[in-house]
């Protein structure tokens, strides 16, 4: 699977849109974008995912550049229970299996 | 629907011993695929199973073992501990088709000491 990189941190003023970037500059064409976060002590929270078109959910909006080379997860309007490390995973899709590859994540942190 | 439940939540054992964890996936889910998560590796891949067969491995030496059963419900084991094995154990399950998601259950942390 294609590497991802993301700002190790950052922060958002609470109620605030919380945009997180994403580089995938090496992705092919059948592998989709995933995003995940995990709040401390917990186990990973599947976000979105998409593969060429944006996707809008009740979490998040994920956004995906026309080349795929890069995306952005947008949290809309912030809160504290949003702090935790979100995680840009690229995957191919069909019966290849779960191997996700885990990168460090950004740690968003949201500030009252 | 109930999510994925890992048990037991905490464990301490002693270097040498061996240790069992389990899974059970969201229903309908026939993929469970396991993670291990330190401090200084972050999330790493352990094993995938499908149909009670294990598909896809990671780099984790022998020690580390796995089984599925026909109710989809998964168990790792880990033998001869050592202090390294200290680490969260995550299990995930998905459908296996298309780009079904996984989803994580929250762990199982094991303190080797």
């Known amino acids: 699977d294609a590497k991802t990189t993301q700002p190790p941190s950052m922060d958002c003023a609470e109620g605030r849109a919380a945009n997180l970037p994403c580089n995938h500059s090496t992705i092919s064409g059948n592998e989709y974008v995933y995003w995940y976060r995990q709040i401390h002590s917990q186990g990973p929270q599947y976000i979105i995912h998409g593969l060429k078109n944006n996707e809008t959910n009740e979490m998040a909006s994920l956004i995906i550049t026309e080349d795929r080379k890069s995306s952005t997860l947008i949290l809309p309007h912030a809160t504290l229970r949003d702090t935790a490390v979100y995680y840009c995973?690229?995957?191919?899709?069909?019966?290849?299996?779960?191997?996700?590859?885990f990168g460090g994540g950004t740690r968003l942190m949201v500030k009252p | 629907k109930a999510g994925v439940t890992q048990t037991p939540r905490y464990l301490i054992k002693t270097r040498g011993q061996q240790v069992t964890l389990s899974c059970s996936p969201i229903s309908g889910h026939r993929s469970v695929s396991w993670y291990q998560q330190t401090p200084g590796q972050g999330l790493q891949f352990l094993f995938e199973?499908?149909?009670?067969?294990?598909?896809n491995k990671g780099n984790f030496p022998g020690r580390f073992s796995g089984r599925q059963f026909s109710n989809s419900r998964s168990e790792m084991n880990v033998s001869t501990l050592e202090l390294g094995d200290s680490a969260l154990y995550l299990c995930?399950?998905?459908?296996?088709?298309?780009?079904?998601?996984?989803?994580f259950g929250n762990g199982t942390r094991l303190t080797v000491t």
């Open positions: 995973i690229v995957r191919v899709s069909g019966n290849a299996g779960n191997m996700l590859t």
């Open positions: 199973y499908f149909s009670e067969t294990q598909r």
């Open positions: 995930a399950s998905s459908l296996w088709q298309g780009d079904s998601p996984l989803h």
